[in-house]
């Protein structure tokens, strides 16, 4: 399948190293709207929807994670991006893990957040068919439901009902493919292969993909290192917003310009 071109939002200075987010399957790059700002200090940040979500296409099915990194860079190259450093979250996550793995020189430095190498597949196989059936838009309240840890998310109505509605934004047929996608995945030879200075961050309370996911994903790479944040369900950049984003630009900073 050949790349689609991805809707992106750049902030930032436009000679600045490039560091490029990644979505959470279901969400928008508007997820990272609480990290953008402290990062466009000092990176040329470009956050983008995954094909299936917010503005992007959505073609038609089956995808491999092969055609979500496509995307990624042919995006980087429409940005005239040799390299970049690439920080995903779950799905986004599982994505910036095979980027760094197959193209290992436009990598820069890698931040994977609340993912996973190998996840259990068939909750996935059967949202894929809650999607198709019902619309996403059915499961929504359930999804948000392990985004935000239950104390977090009944103070913050607003953003409940947000991330609610962002869910039942995404195209259902997209959503789909992208859940058979996590469904398919199986990351665990990758993770030898890849050179980038890693920083995995876990959720504690995640029960999306918890802690174990994230400890074998830095137990895989060689010199990653892993950071656990609490309380924090899926969506742990939402939720630790300061810990996270001061994580991020730690790392990020460590390695100077991409």
């Given at each position: 399948m050949t790349a689609v071109e991805v809707a992106y939002t750049e902030d930032g200075p436009a000679d600045a190293p490039v560091v490029v987010l990644?979505?959470?399957?279901?969400?928008?790059?508007?997820?990272?709207?609480?990290?953008?700002?402290?990062?466009?200090?000092?990176f040329r940040?470009?956050?983008?929807?995954?094909?299936g979500h917010g503005g992007s296409p959505a073609p038609a099915g089956p995808y491999s994670l092969d055609d979500l990194v496509d995307d990624v860079v042919a995006l980087l190259d429409r940005l005239g991006?040799?390299?970049?450093?690439?920080?995903?979250?779950?799905?986004?996550?599982?994505?910036?893990?095979?980027l760094a793995a197959r193209e290992p020189a436009r990598?820069?430095?890698?931040?994977?957040?609340?993912?996973?190498?190998?996840?259990?597949?068939?909750?996935?196989?059967d949202r894929a068919a809650a999607a198709r059936s019902a619309g996403t838009a059915s499961f929504a309240p359930a999804v948000v439901g392990r985004w935000l840890t239950?104390?977090?998310?009944?103070?913050?109505?607003?953003?409940?009902?947000?991330?609610?509605?962002?869910?039942?934004g995404a195209d259902d047929e997209g959503y789909?493919?992208?859940?058979?996608?996590?469904?398919?995945?199986?990351?665990?030879?990758?993770?030898?292969?890849?050179?980038?200075p890693t920083l995995v961050v876990s959720g504690a309370e995640?029960?999306?993909l918890p802690p174990e996911h994230q400890r074998l994903i830095a137990s895989g790479i060689a010199g990653a290192e892993f950071l656990s944040v609490s309380p924090a369900a899926h969506l742990a950049n939402l939720e630790r917003t300061l810990e996270v984003t001061g994580a991020l630009l730690a790392h990020l900073d460590a390695g100077g310009h991409a």
């Open positions: 990644s979505n959470s399957l279901g969400a928008t790059r508007a997820m990272w709207d609480p990290q953008v700002p402290a990062l466009a200090e000092r940040v470009v956050t983008y929807d995954t094909r991006a040799r390299t970049a450093h690439v920080a995903g979250l779950s799905l986004g996550g599982m994505t910036a893990l095979r990598v820069g430095r890698l931040a994977v957040l609340c993912s996973s190498a190998k996840a259990d597949p068939q909750g996935f196989r239950p104390g977090y998310a009944a103070g913050q109505p607003a953003l409940v009902a947000r991330l609610e509605t962002m869910i039942a789909a493919a992208c859940c058979e996608v996590v469904a398919d995945l199986d990351l665990r030879a990758d993770l030898g292969r890849i050179t980038a995640d029960p999306a």
